[in-house]
């Protein structure tokens, strides 16, 4: 299945306001007698809904932002005694969505002192033709010295907003630049038969057979994979017969007047389908 990547889901990091382990650091669960050697601001096990309070930036927008610091030489733990790393924590697997992120920070660390990394965590979305499934992060993270080791396991997971974003304020804005311009989904003669303009969008869109896919709706509520629309948007599961375009037609390599869809405006659209198209 193929997995459309959305809003700059690389290195994308969110200063934390403070380097030092807070009062209330958490021991990550690893053996007493070397569980100071790395541990955390909060639970390393957590679970957040994208743009609500556990997300650092407030937004619904793919991805959830985790404020969590990891802290190496932690002091105040019982039964252990911080001293010097034999090198920076590693992070197992390489393949985990967060990993190279949490790698990244910890780098900036110095394995001889106690001290925290400042950039949050930044856990995308899983976005498909399947439609919108949570991203989760299952890392292992590892330090050592003198030859002993402290492991944690990190478990995050993001989940999808549950409301929709308005089709009033924040989809017909995205569909009147991008796909409501002239020649296209415009007019008494749209393409595709297919209005885009406001005021039209929901009448002809939600529920309604789409002309180049009839076995297809064009937006059905609640469905990414069953949405004409949606494909057309993330350019996959394109019947051959319509000819297989990525829209807007041209993108990306030949950008229309409009200009292409970005990766936000995907996810506002892909959203608001997901969560029931509605005419709110």
């Known amino acids: 299945m193929k997995i459309v990547s959305l809003l700059g889901f690389g290195l994308l990091f969110a200063v934390v306001a403070r380097a030092d382990c807070p009062p209330d650091c958490v ?9 100071c050697f790395l541990a955390w601001s ?16 407030g937004v619904a927008d793919g991805a959830c932002t985790f404020s969590l610091q990891a802290c190496i030489n932690v002091s105040g733990l019982p039964s252990c005694t911080p001293g010097t790393l034999d ?14 992120q949490l790698v990244t920070a910890l780098a900036a660390l110095d394995p001889a002192v106690a001290g925290c990394t400042t950039m949050a965590l930044r856990l995308p979305l899983k976005v498909s033709l399947a439609g919108i499934k949570p991203g989760k992060s299952r890392m292992t993270v590892a330090a050592s010295s003198g030859g002993r080791r402290d492991k944690d396991k990190v478990r995050l997971v993001c989940q999808k907003n549950t409301t ?15 796909c409501a311009i002239p020649a296209c989904h415009i007019g008494i003669s749209p393409q595709g038969g297919q209005n885009l303009e406001a005021g039209q969008t929901y009448a002809q869109s939600v529920k309604v057979r789409a002309v180049e896919a009839r076995n297809l709706l064009r937006v059905k ?3 990414v994979k069953a949405s004409f629309m949606a494909r057309k948007i993330l350019g996959v599961g394109i019947p051959r017969n319509t000819g297989g375009a990525l829209m807007p037609f041209g993108c990306p390599g030949f950008v229309p007047a409009g200009g292409c869809l970005t990766a936000d405006e995907i996810f506002t659209i892909l959203l608001w389908i997901a969560n029931g198209a509605p005419n709110n």
């Open 27 to 35: 021991a990550g669960g690893g053996p007493p007698p070397t569980d």
């Open 164 to 178: 929709a974003p308005s089709l009033a304020d924040r989809v017909q804005p995205i569909l009147t630049q991008r």
């Open 87 to 100: 090198g920076i924590p590693v992070v197992t697997p390489s393949a985990d969505p967060l990993a190279p």
């Open 221 to 223: 509520p609640g469905s």
């Open 42 to 57: 909060a639970s390393q096990k957590a679970t957040c809904i994208d743009g609500t309070e556990c997300d650092m930036d």
